[in-house]
């Protein structure tokens, strides 16, 4: 899972948005075809506690329907219980491809549907998800806003929707200068994840530090609809 007086200038900044993302998919795809082979052994495992505590902090039962946004190689998968029901997305196909192998050779409970999907356009009506999740991806998408926007479009009121990245309050020098590199490589830049939620009106059930880098878990309760 944005007045105006004229129309013009509400075509021009969508249309405008729409072109600022198709470099960044393309380079998306680019450096995830290059990460896909390696991301279970060199990434995965420093990520490993954010997920388990991901899937916990959704307290979600058999039956419960899950969205997983920027799901990549699945490694979180085998954390949901038996019968919760996960709709697993990602843009990168070399990633589902990995996905898709792991569910085939791994022992997971969950039922877990694999699609291949812009975060940013989510292909699912409104209210279709009982909690929805996004792990180490919000930084990496062309607009945070956007698909956290569409994240709560698409989960029940009430739902959690809990996000997993890395952050820092402050970036020092050499971080600052390092962003746009970062950027580029498909490695995330920094979300001031506080701010960004804050705009969405989601309440904060909880903020907690997981992993052994700079990442926060953050879990929130989504509001009514307007």
Not at 18 to 37: C, E, I, S, T, V
């Amino acid at each position: 899972m944005e007045g105006i007086k004229r129309i013009e200038p509400l075509v021009a900044p969508m249309a405008s948005a729409r072109a600022a993302r198709k470099p960044h998919k393309a380079n998306h795809n680019r450096m995830y075809r290059f990460y896909a082979p390696m991301y279970n052994r060199v990434f995965a495992p420093s990520f490993a506690d954010g997920h388990e505590k991901m899937v916990e902090a959704l307290a979600a039962n058999a039956g419960d329907s899950v969205l997983e946004v920027g799901v990549g190689t699945g490694a979180s998968l085998h954390h949901y219980a038996e019968g919760v029901k996960v709709t697993a997305i990602d843009a990168s196909t070399q990633m589902l491809a990995k996905a898709r192998k792991r569910i085939d050779d791994d022992e997971i409970s969950a039922e877990i549907k694999l699609q291949e999907m812009d975060a940013h356009h989510l292909e699912f009506e409104d209210d279709s998800f009982d909690h929805s999740v996004i792990a180490h991806a919000i930084a990496v998408v062309g607009d945070p806003q956007r698909v956290i926007q569409e994240m709560i479009r698409v989960t029940r009121p009430g739902g959690r929707l809990v996000v997993v990245n890395h952050h820092r309050n402050r970036l020092n020098i050499l971080a600052r200068a390092w962003e746009p590199f970062r950027y580029r490589l498909g490695l995330g830049r920094n979300v001031e994840l506080h701010r960004m939620l804050a705009a969405h009106d989601l309440e904060i059930i909880s903020d907690v530090r997981v992993n052994r880098i700079h990442t926060r878990m953050i879990t929130t309760m989504v509001p009514e609809h307007p």
